[in-house]
């Protein structure tokens, strides 16, 4: 990746992820949560297709392809799947999101063993400072109470599924063309979801400008731009550095949310949303 666009690379990759939260729960008032995915991991394959012949770019092979079949599985299935459950079993996106931004402290404990990587008392400050913040949004808004317990327990499990790939990632991925890359990805994401998919929910989906709307940014802005960016951002930093980003989606996702689903944002929140800056500055220092 260019070096102008790795250094732009963390606030937009924030961008396309947060407003990623209230998309994908608009998303799932359209339609269930394997059948929206089935639907946008194969249009995302059908844009891709048409690259390859016009790029000509080189395919991974071997245990090249393995690596990222395997990473796609983890990113693309288990935590996109995961999370889309809970949302549609009824957990709020607070109680998503908490659990989800706990991602940084499980990589932070084990990315020394795993990778390599040591992490400085500062950086546990920022962490911490992150998390706190983090939880200060989302407890102003909504707090975790009443929620489902399996819904829960896919939202966990959404958690272990991003904090694996993360680390698996970082300690086997490779530089790969992002055409091809993408392409195996979401293959896989589309293998698995769409049985899923015609057997759990029988593809039912309300066909409105709001599914077809969700669906198109679901595609261009998070498959397409924001987990290659996420990757790329993986490969060239440390990953407890770019794991803290995470503390920042939580807030930022509650401040889309406020005029796309009508959240407000109460005065504590926003304390909240620096602290969990200020969390990340440290922790990316």
Same mark, same amino acid.
């Given at each position: ?155 966990? %499990? ?14 086997? %991925? ?46 261009? %802005? ?64």
């Amino acid at each position: 990746m260019p070096r102008p666009l790795l250094l732009a690379a963390p606030a937009l990759f924030l961008l396309l992820w947060s407003v990623g939260f209230p998309i994908a729960k608009i998303g799932v008032q359209h339609a269930g949560p394997f059948t929206l995915l089935a639907l946008r991991y194969g249009i995302a394959v059908l844009v891709l297709l048409p690259l390859l012949p016009i790029l000509k770019p080189q395919f991974p092979k071997g245990r090249a392809a393995w690596h990222i079949a395997v990473t796609g599985f983890l990113i693309q299935v288990a935590y996109f799947g995961l999370c889309y459950i809970a949302f549609k079993s009824g957990v709020s996106a607070g109680g998503v999101a908490i659990i989800v931004c706990l991602q940084p402290i499980l990589v932070s404990l084990i990315a020394p063993r795993m990778v390599g990587e040591s992490v400085s008392p500062a950086r546990w400050l920022g962490l911490a400072l992150g998390l706190t913040g983090a939880l200060t949004v989302i407890l102003a808004r909504s707090g975790i109470s009443h929620e489902p317990p399996l819904g829960l327990l896919a939202a966990i %499990g959404g958690l272990v599924g991003i904090t694996a790939a993360t680390l698996y990632e970082k300690r086997f %991925g490779t530089d790969s063309h992002p055409v091809p890359a993408n392409l195996i990805q979401y293959a896989v994401g589309a293998a698995f979801t769409l049985p899923l998919a015609f057997l759990a929910e029988g593809m039912q989906a309300d066909w409105t400008p709001a599914l077809f709307g969700t669906l198109a940014y679901l595609v261009l %802005g998070n498959s397409l731009v924001a987990i290659t960016l996420l990757l790329a951002m993986i490969r060239a930093g440390e990953v407890a550095r770019v794991s803290a980003l995470f503390y920042l989606v939580p807030p930022l996702a509650a401040l889309f949310a406020w005029p796309m689903l009508g959240e407000a944002m109460p005065p504590l929140a926003w304390a909240g949303m620096a602290l969990a800056g200020i969390g990340v500055a440290l922790a990316r220092r």
